[in-house]
């Protein structure tokens, strides 16, 4: 009778849980449903373009996690391709009269930033306006509203010019106070990604490409702002050296970055002005996510836009409380087979943006992008970065597209390894002994490796490396030789990396469709982005697994403020699994 008891009591539990599940999925379902129909409202003549930046964007559409639906914020944040999408919609479309951009905290890739400022250039080359306010700007930001016909701040705002720059962190010596250090495995005198764990400093080769890279950055920065506001480059340069950021305000408008300088509840009468409308009229706004929503004409052929970001790993990492993306083996994999199965695809472009991740995982990815390749053309558009694994996944493409400062190549892998030997034996007086068959049946037992063993190591590494070479060697139609050449897991913008045919074109992702458009011989085409969002509900169940960890990881950075970040770093290296091929950091302009 007592189990029979228990075996209702759990029944009864049971039903709850089930019956609270479906009601959070219900409500969920509910809000999405509202969300998604507010999202498309009829576009009003006179409209302007709002561009709110804010925050860091991502390649796609950043869907809300669970944690900002709990919290309230049920709002998508747009990612490049949907900004992207908006702009160009908005260009053709008779009811936008002009774009708005409103600048707050903001970061993003140069490459992303170039191409929506193109774009910018083109909508006015509609006869269409631009006007951009900001109570403060970043020089991303700057860069991006630079293209605006007139640009406000606040009296009291700033604009962050001081050029590009970063201070990485190196590790060891704080290491060595707890007893651990990290041992490396390479190849490449560039491959840097380990000298954070392993170094105090940058190496020679290391410091090399970095300035090659931030210094093409700022050039391309610093020539598009000069030709907008007529600024010479010389003067942009002086205004970085004494960091006009700290100077008065008003000083920006004797330089001429900004037009004018206005309270932020000033902005509306001279959007007001340039729409024609009465001081009391209201603005009709429209969205970023409403425009890139507008009807699209779908006629002729389908060409897939694929977006990949984020790191590469294995398996998709469930999406966790506060959001997240990667770029996951098996996920990918199963969706490119899919496109590859789709009649109505006729070409597919990769829209790539990573520094690398895990080798096993690039090689998993590169083979499914041959197997696609086989059946339809496939065009790599290159972003923000798309080096090392991502270099390597993309060598399987039929042609390469990147815009003049992706940051690319990195042919090169890695592998880390804790030892933390001297903490466990020498700090806390725990010893290790051993029983083993064969001689190195205790291989990592303890983190440490013996010579053999390292050698052993060595080779795996040596192995990986020239499998990477020969998917270049293959993929660029180049000799082992001349591979060996530029590989060296140096890093390289793409303007450099055209010369070396690491990439074939310079450009941005319209290019890299109108590319795989030809490639399928299609004369009429239209696009169709992959993949699709999760919806909350796949959300809240994928998240089960992790939301407490990340949820700590949260309060970590709340507790250890400036010191959050190498701790982080630490802890990512800890959780690297297998050999790697990724980048030491991705550059991001704030």
Not at 246 to 267: H, Q, R
Request: include cysteine; charged fraction near 20%; proline fraction near 3%.
């Amino acid at each position: 009778m007592k189990d029979f008891w228990k075996n209702v009591g759990a029944t009864i539990v049971g039903i709850l849980i089930l019956s609270i599940i479906a009601g959070l999925f219900g409500l969920f379902t509910f809000i999405g449903a509202l969300v998604s129909s507010s999202d498309k409202p009829a576009i009003s003549n006179n409209s302007v373009l709002v561009l709110q930046l804010n925050g860091e964007m991502e390649e796609g559409t950043t869907q809300p996690s669970v944690r900002d639906y709990i919290n309230g914020d049920i709002e998508s944040t747009p990612g490049f391709t949907e900004t992207l999408e908006a702009i160009k919609k908005a260009r053709n479309n008779d009811k936008i009269r002009g774009i708005y951009i409103e600048s707050n905290d903001f970061h993003a890739d140069v490459a992303q930033l170039e191409e929506l400022r193109k774009a910018i250039l083109d909508f006015k080359k509609a006869g269409k306006w631009v006007i951009a306010y900001g109570e403060s700007y970043g020089q991303g930001a700057y860069y991006l509203a630079s293209a605006a016909d007139k640009i406000y701040i606040n009296p009291s705002g700033s604009i962050l010019w001081g050029g590009l720059g970063g201070k990485p962190y190196y590790l060891k010596d704080a290491l060595a106070k707890a007893g651990i250090k990290f041992i490396a495995f390479k190849c490449g005198k560039y491959k840097s990604a380990v000298e954070n764990f392993t170094e105090n400093s940058m190496s020679a080769p290391a410091r090399e490409q970095a300035e090659r890279y931030i210094h093409g950055m700022w050039n391309t920065i610093t020539a598009a702002v000069s030709k907008s506001r007529g600024i010479s480059v010389d003067s942009l340069n002086s205004y970085a050296d004494r960091l006009i950021t700290l100077e008065p305000t008003e000083n920006l408008k004797k330089y001429k970055f900004v037009d004018g300088l206005i309270y932020n509840d000033s902005i509306k009468g001279i959007i007001k002005k340039q729409l024609g409308i009465d001081a009391d009229a209201t603005i009709h706004q429209v969205s970023v996510s409403t425009m890139a929503a507008t009807d699209d004409d779908k006629s002729g052929d389908e060409i897939a836009v694929y977006n990949m970001w984020g790191d590469i790993v294995g398996s998709r990492v469930p999406v966790n409380m506060n959001g997240g993306h990667s770029i996951a083996q098996d996920q990918v994999c199963q969706d490119l087979q899919d496109l590859a199965d789709d009649d109505d695809v006729k070409a597919v472009v990769l829209r790539v943006n990573s520094g690398g991740g895990d080798a096993y995982a690039s090689e998993q990815i590169w083979h499914q992008v041959m197997q696609l390749k086989k059946k339809k053309p496939v065009v790599i558009s290159m972003s923000g970065a798309a080096a090392s694994g991502a270099y390597y996944l993309s060598t399987a493409a039929n042609w390469i597209v990147a815009d003049p400062t992706t940051i690319t190549g990195s042919i090169g892998i890695f592998g880390l390894f804790p030892d933390a030997s001297g903490l466990i034996q020498g700090k806390l007086g725990i010893h290790f002994d051993s029983v083993k068959t064969n001689r190195n049946s205790d291989f990592l037992g303890d983190g440490t490796f013996t010579p053999e063993q390292a050698k052993l190591m060595q080779a795996d590494i040596d192995h990986g490396y020239w499998l990477f070479k020969s998917r270049v060697a293959e993929g660029r139609k180049l000799s082992m030789a001349r591979v060996e050449e530029i590989a060296q897991g140096h890093v390289y913008l793409a303007s450099d990396a055209i010369k070396l045919r690491l990439v074939d074109q310079l450009g941005g992702l319209d290019d890299a469709v109108k590319k795989a458009a030809q490639l399928a011989k299609s004369d009429s085409y239209h696009e169709e982005f992959y993949p699709g969002d999760l919806s909350i509900f796949e959300q809240l169940m994928a998240s089960q697994d992790q939301s407490a960890g990340n949820y700590l990881d949260e309060q970590a950075r709340n507790i250890l403020g400036d010191y959050y970040a190498p701790v982080k770093i630490l802890m990512e290296a800890q959780q690297m699994k297998g050999i790697q091929a990724r980048l030491p950091f991705i550059f991001k302009v704030n």
